[in-house]
């Protein structure tokens, strides 16, 4: 379908309208944030609102996941999915309504929490196209199937939510896509099919040693100098392992050992980040990751009983679009914010998702997903002239979005839902 001129401004309007209310939900969000699986208060509002607008709601899928769904006549089903849990980052935007909020994680260690990936965004967007669907069925046919998603920082949600019973709970979609934000200019949309992102693994690495006093370190097997080795020699997995040809990210993003200064402890905790596009570079990195952290504790004596344990938690393959439903939307989407606003084809980069995976079992599902521009154009003109490519990256203290972009996602989360549930 190619959307309507009666339809877009239909859109428009209604966006319009709503926008005051819009921004203040994304500034509520924002102020709220929550850590994958923690994602309560979120996940209240989205099934609020969806039961408000008349859908029929699921709760509890993985945990924090909510389902909408939406039932109007014959035609297709689509699945649209906005993720909802925050980074535990602290915030220094410089936003008004910047987050301060600290949280207490299960294993007990204190962090801070901001929505430094713009999933408050995607909530929002999601809420504004849910109303637009509600209050104009006569502009669209199908059942329109809104999932709110927990933990997609921790690439474990889209899991846990099909494994909680998604499909018991709502019918199989035809099509299934999602936005992200990203920090390029305000009503920008990159819409690219093919190979987009890599594959991803979280891996704790926890190396066993022996505490002791600090001032006898020969009495003890120090797991922090053991840590220490293992993050260097992890580098060279990557650069003497793996083929220069090939994409091979290993990032050690947390660190946790010890207490005092003057105590030696008996373990410490390495959290991995993997990223990838070959399956065989991913089994090369684990491998190595092994034979390099078992090597430096035999190395320090440890004792058979006592070598590194290794967890395997969220993981995600590379997320590829489909090659027709990305050109059909990208077509669509140019049809109403012209071609120059359209970035129809990209390289693949190395950040990751777990959206597709809410595919399950369903491989016949099309998908797309799709980078939103939220990044003041002015911002990204003086970046640019700096000589650098974005005014700030996704997860860093100074993200943010710009509140520009609140209206302008939710126009093209409600054109991309009709044009392929448009009558």
Request: glycine share 10%; aromatic share 6%; hydrophobic share 45%.
């Amino acid at each position: 379908m190619t959307l309507t001129p009666a339809a877009v401004a239909a859109v428009d309007t209604a966006i319009e309208a709503q926008n005051d209310a819009g921004v203040e939900r994304f500034i509520d969000l924002h102020r709220h944030p929550e850590l994958g699986f923690m994602e309560e208060r979120t996940a209240a509002i989205v099934a609020d609102r969806l039961r408000e607008l008349g859908y029929a709601v699921t709760t509890g899928l993985g945990g924090t996941g909510v389902a909408g769904v939406l039932r109007n006549g014959d035609g297709p089903t689509v699945m649209y999915r906005a993720d909802m849990d925050a980074n535990a980052v602290a915030e220094a935007s410089g936003r008004p309504y910047a987050s301060t909020v600290r949280v207490t994680r299960p294993d007990g260690t204190e962090s801070p929490v901001a929505h430094q990936c713009g999933h408050d965004a995607h909530v929002t967007w999601m809420l504004a196209m849910a109303q637009f669907l509600a209050e104009h069925p006569d502009l669209w046919a199908g059942t329109a199937v809104l999932v709110g998603q927990p933990a997609e920082e921790l690439i474990a949600g889209a899991k846990a939510v099909v494994a909680g019973g998604l499909y018991d709970a709502v019918p199989v979609p035809d099509q299934l896509i999602g936005f992200h934000t990203a920090a390029i200019p305000v009503g920008t949309v990159l819409v690219s099919g093919g190979t987009l992102m890599a594959g991803t693994d979280q891996l704790d690495v926890r190396i066993l040693g022996h505490g002791g006093h600090g001032s006898a370190p020969h009495q003890t097997q120090d797991p922090i100098a053991m840590a220490g080795q293992a993050i260097v020699q992890y580098q060279s997995i990557v650069s003497r392992m793996i083929d220069p040809s090939a994409t091979a990210v290993l990032t050690v993003g947390a660190v946790q050992a010890g207490a005092d200064n003057n105590v030696i402890p008996d373990d410490a905790l390495l959290k991995l980040n993997l990223r990838w596009f070959d399956p065989a570079v991913r089994e090369r990195m684990l491998r190595g990751i092994r034979d390099t952290t078992d090597g430096i504790a035999r190395t320090f004596g440890v004792a058979g009983d006592r070598m590194p344990q290794y967890t395997m938690k969220g993981g995600s393959t590379p997320l590829v679009n489909d090659p027709a439903l990305a050109t059909r939307l990208a077509d669509a989407l140019s049809g109403v914010l012209g071609e120059d606003s359209i970035v129809r084809s990209v390289r693949p980069f190395t950040g990751s998702e777990d959206v597709h995976l809410l595919t399950g079992p369903h491989h016949d599902i099309e998908f797309t997903y799709m980078m939103i521009g939220v990044a003041d154009p002015d911002v990204c003109a003086a970046a640019a002239a700096e000589g650098r490519e974005f005014p700030y990256a996704p997860h860093s203290p100074e993200f943010y979005v710009d509140l520009a972009a609140i209206p302008v996602g939710a126009r093209i989360a409600c054109y991309a839902m009709l044009e392929l549930l448009g009558v």
